[in-house]
C-alpha cells in the first residue's frame, strides 16, 4: 500500500516540482538579463519536459525500459490524441504557417525514426532490436537542429517575449530550485518504483503502465497548459506545446535514455509505434480538412474516439 501511496505522491511531487524549478530558473535569468527568448526556450522548454526526463532516467539506470520506451510512446500519443483533443473541443485550435508545415512534420519524423531505429530485427535480420547509445546520439544530433531551428524563428515571433516571468529574490529563487529538483528526484523515483510494483501485483507487462498510467500522468502538465490557452483561445500555445513536447520526448528524452543505456525493444510494442505515426499523420492532415491550418471541436471528438479505443486495445491485449 505504501508504494501505491507513493506512486500518487510521486506525481504531484514530479509535477510541482518542474513547476518550482521553472519559477526559480526563470527568475535567475531575468534578474542576469537573459531575455524572454531563451528562457522560453530553454528553462521553460526543457522544464516542462522535466517529469517525462526524470522518469526515464530512473527507468534507464534501473534497467526498466519497458516503461522508458512505453512513457515517450504513451505521451506522444496521449498529446496528439487526448491533449488536443480535449484542448480543440474547449475551443477551435488555429495552428500557424511555421507549425503546420515545419513543426508537425518534425514531430512526424521524430516518431518515423523511433520506428526504424528501434526494429534491428525486421530492417538488418539482426538477432534482437534495441535504440542503441548509437540511435541515441543521433536523436540528440535531431534535438541540437530542432533547437537551432527554434532559435531562428524567435526573431520574427514576438509572442514568446510576451511571456510572464515570476520575479523571486535571489534566496527564494535558490529555494524554488532546490525544492524543485528535490521533488523530480523523488517523484521520478516513486512513480518507476510504483509503475514496476503495479505491473507485478496484476501481472501486466511494464510496458502497458508506461504507455497509460505513466504517460499520461506525466503528460498532465502539457495537458493543463493546453487546455488553459485553448480556453483563453490562445490556440496557438495549445498546439505548439503539444509538438513541441512531443518533439523533445523523442529526440532529448528517448535520446538521452538510450545513451545512457541501450533500450532494448520488443517488437510487440510496433503496434504503438504505428499509432504513434498514425497520429502524427491525422494532425498533419487535420490540418487542412474543414478549416485550414484549423484543429475543429469535431476533429477533437475523433482524436478523443481513437485515443479511447487505443487505450481500450491496451487493456484488452496487454
Request: proline share 2%; charged share 10%.
Amino acid at each position: 500500500m505504501l508504494t501505491y501511496f507513493l506512486f500518487i505522491i510521486g506525481f504531484y511531487l514530479l509535477i510541482k516540482g518542474a513547476d518550482l524549478l521553472v519559477d526559480g530558473s526563470s527568475s535567475i535569468a531575468r534578474k542576469l538579463n537573459i531575455s524572454n527568448i531563451v528562457i522560453g526556450l530553454t528553462i521553460v522548454a526543457f522544464g516542462t519536459s522535466a517529469p517525462e526526463f526524470i522518469v526515464n532516467l530512473f527507468a534507464s539506470i534501473n534497467g526498466n525500459t519497458e516503461i522508458a520506451i512505453g512513457n515517450v510512446l504513451g505521451s506522444n500519443i496521449a498529446n496528439i490524441l487526448l491533449i488536443l483533443g480535449v484542448a480543440s473541443i474547449i475551443y477551435p485550435i488555429s495552428a500557424k504557417r511555421n507549425t503546420v508545415l515545419k513543426e508537425i512534420p518534425f514531430s512526424l519524423l521524430a516518431a518515423l525514426l523511433v520506428a526504424i531505429t528501434a526494429n534491428d530485427v525486421l530492417i538488418d535480420a539482426s538477432s534482437s532490436s534495441a535504440i542503441t547509445r548509437i540511435d541515441g546520439l543521433v536523436f540528440l544530433g535531431f534535438f541540437i537542429i530542432f533547437l537551432y531551428y527554434s532559435f531562428s524563428i524567435t526573431k520574427s515571433d514576438d509572442d514568446i517575449n510576451k511571456m510572464p516571468v515570476k520575479e523571486l529574490s535571489y534566496l527564494k529563487s535558490i529555494a524554488y530550485i532546490l525544492l524543485g529538483l528535490t521533488g523530480l528526484v523523488l517523484g521520478g523515483k516513486w512513480i518507476v518504483d510504483g509503475a514496476v510494483t503495479i505491473a507485478e501485483s496484476f501481472n501486466v507487462s511494464q510496458s502497458l503502465i508506461g504507455l497509460t498510467v505513466v504517460a499520461v500522468g506525466t503528460s498532465l502538465p502539457e495537458l493543463a497548459t493546453s487546455a488553459v490557452a485553448a480556453y483563453k483561445k490562445q490556440t496557438d500555445i495549445a498546439i505548439g506545446n503539444v509538438v513541441g513536447s512531443n518533439i523533445f520526448n523523442v529526440f532529448w528524452i528517448l535520446g538521452s535514455s538510450a545513451v545512457i543505456r541501450p533500450l532494448p525493444f520488443n517488437t510487440a510494442s510496433n503496434a504503438d509505434i504505428l499509432v504513434n505515426v498514425v497520429a502524427s499523420i491525422i494532425l498533419f492532415f487535420a490540418m487542412y480538412v474543414g478549416k485550414k491550418h484549423v484543429l475543429e471541436r469535431w476533429q477533437g471528438i475523433i482524436l478523443l474516439l481513437f485515443y479511447f479505443s487505443y487505450i481500450t486495445y491496451l487493456v484488452t491485449t496487454r
